[in-house]
């Protein structure tokens, strides 16, 4: 019997078993939350929460708490409102059976001093620091978006910002960006790496490791982000993890077809506290050692995660979080062959990010949040090429990243407030790598090398960012960030600017601007010790957009942008070649490079139009369209395009919830095809290697890309405990997208391969 076939009748079977009828008793839930003044982190005393729709509401105490009890279970939206502050709401608020649902809010200062309150926007979330180029996302709405399965990366895929090249991949390619320039944060905790099977040196893989049920929002940045970052160059993805129910144990297990696992949490210290607790493993090889699954080998991949929160008072909190994650694969000649694979082997790494984080509030004139972290990655890898079934890479490294951020929110006046803080890094990696001879992409014979080295150093950075009220209706951010590495012992000073003009309480015009640099991947810097000397990456951005609310719960957003990037490493061998393209379509910076050369530049320029729609009742969407350019300059003074110009992308997202059990979403997206370089086919089969017409560098394109997903959701409610049962199909029009053209060795030709084909991924939630 067919695995996914099994698997799927199984969960279908327990859909059908417990059903209302079965031990059911649809009950009422709880909602309780706590408000927060947004620039100060103290508690909105008095405020006011409604359910829309209904009659229940209630109002913040003294620590800013509220509870709403005897919720008939479904979906809700909170209104609250709070003189003097802007009205906000909160949709997606999902009651259940016997169950608290937490809600988090803070509120923001009316900007403008009207008359009559208007609430405009309320559903969208925005921070202070950055008005341009960011996306806020909320736990449900990345919880269902269809084609993600919890993915926080795929999630974004929707954006116009970001280049669709390969489903395979959640590597984020930003506005002409490349999958090295992104940073991620956790509860102020800095994460290199989010994703099981990490690509080394980037931020990519084809696997998320962040458990959805931890997630409280995100804020993801694509461009013009404030002072208060640094050493990345194209987007910041910002990350809130929930607290613990600290009013009683919740459980939840979780099987699906990728699957299976268990969120944990309850009170801590009495209520001081809160845990939550996620152990998770995928099972795909033992369905294939159960069942008759030809040669394949599936990934084996689990990962553990917690936070920990503690109160030392009402206004002092520590929170300790750990992420780690634990890989396997070992795909054999066969599978290789059967997958069309160009190398085989054994990888085996081991990732865990750990850290505490100290939030204080220090009354009126702000917060601060401080931690420590300790991220470490290590590899053991063993790559085998399949045409010659001979040793290519042999990869034993071991990564550590110790460090410090400090980050202080203060208010100097009612018109004035201050960003500052400082950064520390201790950088520690140690490789052990051997690279056989290959022929490179250009058809030369590279001898074998080894990189035995250990490389240390330390990074800081300090950073400031004003925010000031010039008028009523203009609001600016001027920031100043330095930055020093003792590896390269280059030094920065980057400044940033950005701004909001309020036409209307409707109708805004946005822009920033600003210089951002980042160094280059130590792999790549411990393969010489000449290239400590090159300069390090560099960025300029310009951003411009209006933004304006159709309505309360729909905006519309039209921004244009320029990035200018210099100092790019240059392989003089290969001075068509755009290195930091490499870790896409080839091996990374696995090979050694000497001699490199920091002569390179490239450039994106786009149009991006979004209209995004909230769930205000049982209707959400989001329509998005970019059109853009990205290009680059090598070592013969050359303009091409890079590897991710797609050019054109239209991408439409959205959902239907007819009543509180049913929830139906899709997700289509239509790309222009990206640039490819074509083989020497002449020079390819008397080598039997793939050699790339230097003449035709990224000179051809593939087919335009479009895929479908869709997704359906059903909830059911039962006395204490409920179960969400969900089937999500990918391409589900199953589109042959072409991912590359590569050589075949064993067969001595060209040939295709491709994205996913319809791919079903299904599976079970259920709370207890």
Do not use: C
Request: aromatic share 14%; glycine share 8%; charged share 20%.
């Amino acid at each position: 019997m067919n695995a996914r076939v099994l698997i799927f009748s199984i969960l279908f079977s327990i859909t059908v078993f417990i059903q209302p009828g079965f031990g059911s008793d649809i009950t009422k839930g709880k909602i309780k939350g706590r408000l927060l003044d947004a620039e100060t982190k103290l508690p909105l005393i008095g405020a006011n929460v409604l359910i829309a729709g209904t009659q229940l509401g209630a109002a913040s105490d003294t620590e800013g708490n509220f509870l709403i009890k005897s919720i008939p279970v479904g979906n809700y939206s909170l209104k609250i409102s709070y003189i003097g502050y802007e009205t906000k709401i909160k949709p997606d608020v999902i009651v259940r059976s016997e169950r608290f649902t937490f809600v988090e809010a803070e509120l923001k200062t009316l900007a403008l001093e009207l008359d009559q309150v208007v609430v405009t926007g309320g559903y969208f979330t925005e921070t202070d620091e950055q008005v341009s180029s960011i996306t806020n996302f909320s736990y449900e709405e990345i919880r269902r978006a269809p084609g993600t399965a919890g993915d926080i990366s795929r999630v974004v895929f929707s954006l116009p910002s970001l280049a669709k090249v390969n489903d395979q991949s959640n590597g984020l390619i930003v506005r002409g960006g490349s999958p090295i320039e992104n940073a991620f944060f956790v509860d102020n905790i800095e994460i290199p790496n989010i994703n099981h099977f990490p690509t080394q040196g980037t931020s990519s893989g084809p696997i998320g490791m962040l458990n959805v049920d931890f997630i409280r929002d995100v804020n993801f940045s694509t461009g013009g982000f404030s002072a208060i970052y640094g050493d990345k160059l194209s987007s910041v993805m910002n990350i809130k993890f929930r607290e613990g129910n600290r009013e009683e144990f919740d459980g939840q297990i979780d099987l699906n077809f990728a699957g299976f696992g268990g969120v944990f949490e309850g009170p801590f210290f009495g209520d001081s506290g809160s845990y939550l607790i996620s152990v998770r493993r995928s099972f795909l090889d033992l369905l294939v050692k159960t069942f008759d699954a030809g040669t394949s080998v599936a990934p084996v991949y689990g990962d553990v995660q917690w936070k920990l929160a503690f109160d030392l008072s009402s206004r002092h909190q520590l929170s300790f979080l750990g992420i780690w994650g634990d890989d396997h694969n070992s795909p054999d000649y066969d599978t290789a062959v059967e997958n069309d694979m160009l190398v085989y082997g054994n990888q085996d790494i081991n990732e865990n990010t750990t850290g505490l984080n100290w939030r204080a509030v220090w009354g009126k004139i702000g917060y601060s949040n401080t931690s420590v972290s300790h991220t470490s990655t290590r590899f053991d890898e063993n790559f085998i090429e399949t045409g010659s079934r001979e040793l290519l890479i042999k990869n034993r490294s071991t990564e550590h990243n110790f460090k410090f951020r400090n980050l202080n929110n203060l208010i100097l006046s009612k018109k004035v407030g201050l960003e500052i803080g400082l950064e520390a890094k201790h950088l520690i990696s140690d490789y052990d790598n051997f690279y056989a001879q290959y022929t490179d992409a250009l058809g030369e014979i590279i001898p074998e090398s080894t990189l035995d080295k250990k490389i240390t150093g330390n990074k800081f950075g300090a950073f400031a960012n004003f925010e000031f009220e010039l008028l009523p209706a203009l609001t600016t951010n001027f920031g100043v960030r330095t930055d020093y590495s003792s590896i390269t012992e280059n030094t920065h000073i980057a400044p940033r600017f950005g701004f909001e003009y309020r036409f209307t309480e409707r109708t805004s015009l946005v822009g920033a601007t600003g210089l951002y640099h980042q160094s280059l991947p130590l792999l790549l810097l411990a393969q010489n010790s000449a290239n400590k000397n090159l300069k390090d990456l560099q960025a300029r951005h310009y951003v411009l957009g209006i933004h304006h609310f159709l309505s309360d719960d729909t905006k519309l957003s039209l921004e244009v942008y320029q990035k200018d990037y210099e100092n790019f490493p240059i392989d003089p061998s290969q001075p068509s070649l755009f290195l930091m393209d490499e870790l896409f379509y080839r091996y990374g910076f696995f090979f050694n490079h000497e001699n490199l050369t920091d002569s390179g530049q490239a450039s994106a320029k786009g149009l991006e139009v979004i209209l995004q729609k909230k769930l205000a009742k049982n209707f959400y969407g989001l329509v998005s369209a970019a059109y853009f350019r990205t290009k680059y300059t090598g070592g013969d003074g050359i303009e091409r395009n890079r590897v991710f110009d797609n050019r054109f992308i239209f991408s439409l997202e959205g959902g239907y919830k007819p009543n509180i059990k049913w929830e139906f979403s899709m997700r289509w997206i239509y790309a222009g095809g990206t640039p490819f370089t074509p083989f020497d086919l002449n020079a390819s089969q008397a080598i039997n290697r793939g050699v790339l017409d230097e003449s035709s560098i990224n000179g051809e394109r593939l087919p335009a890309y479009h895929s479908m997903n869709i997704r359906f959701d059903r909830r059911f409610y039962y006395r204490g405990s409920n179960l969400v049962f969900y089937l999500s199909v990918w391409n589900a029009y199953n589109r042959e997208n072409v991912a590359s053209y590569f050589w075949n060795q064993v067969e001595n030709k060209q040939d295709r391969l491709n994205q996913w084909t319809m791919l079903p991924i299904f599976g079970l939630e259920y709370e207890f």
